[in-house]
């Protein structure tokens, strides 16, 4: 219940909606009735809530003072003071010393994660392109059909415990869909593990110890970032030129301690960079002479099906080769593989036991199924012609600030190269405020090091319409510069 309000000016923050530098906002002379089943500072917590839902208390608007509040309903200044509190603990509102107490919009920039996609595609109306995953319509499609073949399938070998590393039958589909990419993996290296994420995990619980230092790309996949932090590695950050990690680089790495090598050499995540052949090549060298351990992430190599030698062909003795069907099939299936080099093999099989046990065999047999039949390389397939599609789409709506980051034939993500005077943090918060949610650069930076003014956004969460959408905000905002007096979050 709100019996009267009265004007009042504070300066911009990103607290609220207006990025103007100075506005107007209500300071609120709000009386709540509290229900008397519960603690006053709960029921106080709760009529925050249902004021706000109801739009009593817009965003933006300031509460009362602690003292005149409690005054106005009877109860003690620490009361009140709860009760804020608690609205605060459930994102109601903020506090700021010297300012006062604030409605928080039910949907703010800050409660949304962008360095790494942890929430569904949609979250409170926000479009969110911080994430990649499967367009292609077939896919809902064809696990009907893989849940359907189930029925016929032995389901009693199915539902209970199996190997570690996998069933015989899956692991070989698996080593069959690699040697039709050109890596000749036996069945006997494949361990099946639940999705390319896990895999990383296994690589670095299996293969390394705790304290070791990984060299990866000054920017790299946040997944791997948290799983060598998981581990307790070190990542040492080398830097790339435009044919991905120099082996120069590789190599102070390598002097400066470097136990393994972390490479995406295939549209890497966040570049879209592929390594060219001489270049892998010359990397496969610096480890070898260095003794490291590569650990090659091929989530993304199925889009370019000719792309150059795989690391696990160039450096087989040396080279943990970790692939996924999220990308192509459904991330649900938590599906992935990962094939140690043939002589350390039975390294990895203990650190299953102790992230897993094992995967699920009900939806390896699904994988395997689809990949004998052909159904697999199919979902591929359409997954590029998609991918193709809508990097034409961003072609056509982004074309005149692509110069500095050319697209690659097929992708799920694109990295773009902020125009001048564009701050990475600033374009991503301005982009909140329109309510598109893009990852800025130092999402993906190692460390503290620098991070380029660049962003990254994925093609496929979406439909074409929706994607659509979130490419005229950005090129909005690429046509305009940033406001004076904007929030840098």
Known sequence: MLDRTESSTYPYNHLTQSPVNRFIVSMTIWTPELVKDRPAYQALADAIAADRASGSLPAGAQLPPHRALAHALGVTVGTVTRGYGEAARRKLVRGEVGRGTYVLDPSPPELLDTRFARREAVVDDILNLTITRPASDRLTESLSRGLSDLSAANLS?????GPAEGGPNHRAAVSDWLRASSVQIGPEQVIICNGAQNGLALACAGLLKPGDAVAVDDMTYPGF????NMFGLRLLAVASDDQGMTPEGLGVAAKAGARAVYLMPTLHNPTMQTIPLNRRQDLAIVAEAADLLIIEDDVYGFLEPDHPTHFATLAPERTALVGGVSKFMAPALRIGWIAPPAARVAEVEPAIRGLSWMASPLTAHMVASAMVTGEAESLAEAQRDEARVRLKMVQASLGPWLPNSPLPDCAMHVWLSL???WRADEFVAEALTRKLAISPAGAFAVGRGHAPHAIRFGLGA????????????????LDAKPRAGMAVV
């Open 225 to 228: 970032k948290a799983a060598a």
């Open 419 to 421: 125009p001048e005077p």
């Open 157 to 161: 070998s199915l539902v209970s415990y």
């Open 462 to 477: 979406h439909s074409r319409d929706a994607l659509a959408k979130g490419l005229s905000i950005m090129a909005d905002l």
